[in-house]
């Protein structure tokens, strides 16, 4: 799957950068991966070999709101920490989660970031749902609900589809019935760019807005021209603006371990949970366990500045950052990030 390839790639340029210098206090980062497919089952079965088996100090970059909700409770039971998953699912923002350490924000934010745009920039008013009948697919449409409740508004429909599969068709019939202007997606790449596609043959005039789960990259590059105008919320900073000190290292690290490897949302993510593990090793010390680890994120209020870059944490709160941004896809395949919808298409690079 792009995302957890994009989550390791991101993962292993930061440990290898700091292992070049010598690793954690003498001690070298080692990323084990196993994938899962996206299924519950398989992830269950991956995470028990890498805590029972191999004996793993953290588990780190999960990809997935149904993998990371079967496997989040073993690790917890093991009291291994569960750093950086690659979902904004709001049960692993709960402060008993005591394990979890989260960097992204969360679906409700960016649903809510979705409606405030598509509502103030735009006056859309008939906001119609995609999206994967699972547990990540309902926290999306749970999050869309609670915004359009907050401006006296509701869904003019709702489509799923199955995890897994790219089977929209029915659910685009009934989306096009309701005749939307905007219609909001809850998925990964490839169905919901047959979902744009599709809409685009038979002529659905609206706005497409998506989340930052679906894989940028992947998403453009399974759209091509039919994505010009998508919107896609994210919830990391412009991967090509370099004024940003993360972003110019996260591009020094990647061409280092890859020369061939193109920047994206995802490694770049991933390269900023490395960074955020890295960090916290650093501040527990040489004489490192579990529970020092995870004191670096619990014990007070902690501000890390992590390359231009801030994370908050502290008691009750395991959630690093809250911003959500707007990246927009153009004719050519690249995304260029906007403060308001107005500028979905015609807008200028960032710097």
Known sequence: MALGLGMRQGLQAAFAEAN??????????????????????????????LIEQDEVFALIGAVGTPTSKATQPLAKEAGVP?????????FLRDPLNEHVVNVRGTYDQETEAWIQHLTEDLDSQRIAILYQDDSFGR????????????????????????????????????????KPDAVVMV??????????????????????????????KALAAELGKAGEGVVVTQVVPFHEDDSIPLVDSYHKALAKLDASAESGFVS???????????????????????????DQFQQAAVSLDIGGVKLNYGPGDNQGMDHVYLSVLQEDGTFRYVDNLNQAIDTAEIP
Not at 21 to 46: C, K, M, Q, W
Not at 82 to 90: M, V
Not at 141 to 162: C, I, N, P
Not at 188 to 214: C, E, G, M, W
């Open 187 to 216: 998925g990964s790449y490839q169905p919901i760019a047959q979902f744009v596609k599709l809409a685009r043959k038979v002529r659905l005039d609206t706005r497409f807005v998506t989340i930052s789960f679906v894989g940028s």
């Open 139 to 178: 926290a999306g449409l749970s999050g869309v609900q609670k915004a359009l409740d907050k401006r006296g508004l509701s869904l003019v429909a709702e489509g799923t589809y199955a995890r897994n599969s790219i089977a929209v068709k029915t659910a685009l019939l009934k989306i096009r019935k309701a």
């Open 82 to 90: 569960f750093i950086g998953p690659f979902t904004g699912a709001g």
């Open 268 to 294: 770049l993510e991933g390269y900023l949970v490395g960074r955020l593990f890295i960090e916290a090793l650093e501040r527990a010390g040489p004489l490192l366990d579990r529970d020092t680890f995870m």
């Open 20 to 49: 070049e210098r010598g690793g954690v206090h003498g001690r070298r980062i080692e990323l084990l991966t196993l994938d899962d497919g996206y299924e519950p089952d398989r992830a269950i079965s991956n995470t028990r070999q």
